[in-house]
């Protein structure tokens, strides 16, 4: 399965490749490579050693990445962790991370509110001495050309005939209470809007049963042929093709919008407006400008927390009132900010 923080890690060292030619080599660590003296000798020609958690494929690939900061460790090298998520990991990945953050030099967080749950851990609580906050960049860039596809053709079909097409993309999993939506769509259909759900993306395969609980809310609210689930998509290309025939996208988050949100930065790139729930801290966005200002300009639409279906159903309707927002995307500055953040630490 394709790995979003796997993904990031690549981007990032480009991204400093290009500010820093030669400063950093990528080094693969899965259940085939990277055998033990390898891992030894490549942290020994580094002078710092970074690494992303968390990782799709944690209890099969674990042990050589937490090797790897052993040996940086007992070689003097600085460790550099970036740290995506906490509290909303399963507990048994929090505690195969724990030796990372003991070992970690400087933690790199993107939301206050994970730092704060860091905090709010009464195990790992004194780590957050050690985190830095970055500005986290989107994952994907929307490309000059899309690819059509079959979906697309579906979504386009279901526009033509009138119907209201809310989008939701990336993986799907708890932390993102995909059911929420589903909720939402109830109470627009029940307004005769003919919503149509679709969630680009596929199902985290994990410990919790969160598709077939998704499967069931969908038949108990009689929802099931308003909504389709894609599926992983590869290419970028087919991603915003798909994207483009979204009228709205919308996100109920229970923890409110965050400043880690990579999926929130690639709908906004279609120029469809995005309803999302308000953060939970008041200083979410201090340390991320270009985040704030997708918020001031309209592009990021906030529903204020607590607020029940209908809030959302009335804020997706009023949004797509208002004329579309093509907001200028500088990808490759989001880039270069993390970037110089990272570098900073090293």
Request: hydrophobic residues 45%; neutral net charge.
């Amino acid at each position: 399965m394709l790995c979003g923080v796997g993904q990031f890690t690549r981007l990032l060292q480009d991204a400093i490749e290009k500010i820093e030619p030669g400063a950093g080599t990528a080094f693969t660590l899965t259940r085939m490579e990277g055998p033990i003296g390898q891992i030894w000798r490549a942290v020994g020609d580094a002078q710092s050693v970074v690494c992303n958690f968390p990782i799709v494929a944690w209890k099969r690939v674990i042990v050589r990445p937490l090797l790897a900061l052993a040996f940086a460790k007992l070689r003097h090298r600085k460790v550099v962790l970036i740290q995506h998520e906490w509290a909303g990991l399963n507990w048994m990945r929090r505690i195969t991370y724990a030796p990372a953050l003991w070992l970690a030099d400087t933690i790199v967080m993107f939301s206050p509110l994970v730092r704060q749950e860091l905090a709010d851990d009464p195990v790992m609580r004194t780590m957050v001495r050690k985190c830095v906050l970055a500005p986290l960049p989107p994952n994907i860039e929307a490309p000059p050309g899309i690819q059509d596809s079959r979906l697309r053709h579906r979504l386009a079909e279901a526009r033509g005939n009138g119907r209201l097409v809310i989008g939701h993309f990336g993986s799907i999993y708890p932390g993102k209470q995909p059911n929420a939506l589903l909720e939402i769509a109830a109470v627009l259909k029940a307004r005769g809007l003919q919503p149509l759900i679709a969630y680009v993306g596929s199902f985290i395969r994990g410990v919790d049963k969160v598709e077939e609980q998704f499967r069931a809310r969908v038949d108990e609210l009689g929802l099931k042929d308003d909504v389709i689930v894609s599926g992983f998509v590869a290419s970028d290309h087919e991603v915003f093709g798909l994207l483009s025939e979204v009228d709205a996208f919308c996100y109920p988050l229970d923890e409110g919008l965050t400043a880690r949100r990579s999926s929130v930065l690639a709908c906004v790139q279609s120029g469809r407006p995005l309803v999302v729930t308000g953060p939970a801290l008041g200083d979410e966005f201090d340390h991320h400008p270009r985040f704030r200002e997708l918020i001031s300009h309209g592009a990021i639409v906030l529903v204020p927390r607590g607020s029940d279906s209908t809030a959302y159903a009335d804020r997706i309707v009023s949004a797509l009132k208002r004329p579309m927002v093509h907001f200028p995307f500088d990808f490759d500055g989001w880039w270069t900010d993390v970037a110089n953040a990272v570098r900073a630490e090293l």
